[in-house]
């Protein structure tokens, strides 16, 4: 049976960037929507969020993380 925890996890898969920019700033995004809106490989990525290059993330679990949207909103603005 699903909780609301389940039901709070669930995030979209790639937003656009529109409906990025609707989102509210504490809107958590997961890697795959976050690599739909910074067009970068995955590697390239975590190495950008070891330098600080990119928002470091926040922890849901033990193997589980996301972004905020209000950081990744930042980062598209900038241009990066």
Known sequence: MP???DA???LPAAPALDSLAQTRPDHLLRLP???????VSRATWY???????YPQPVSLGP????WRASDVQQLVSQGA
Do not use: F, I, N, Y
């Open 63 to 66: 193997r589980c993380v996301a």
């Open 33 to 39: 929507a976050v690599l739909a809106l910074v067009p």
């Open 47 to 53: 190495a950008g969020v070891k330098s600080g290059r």
């Open 3 to 5: 909780t609301q925890h």
């Open 8 to 10: 709070l996890l669930r």
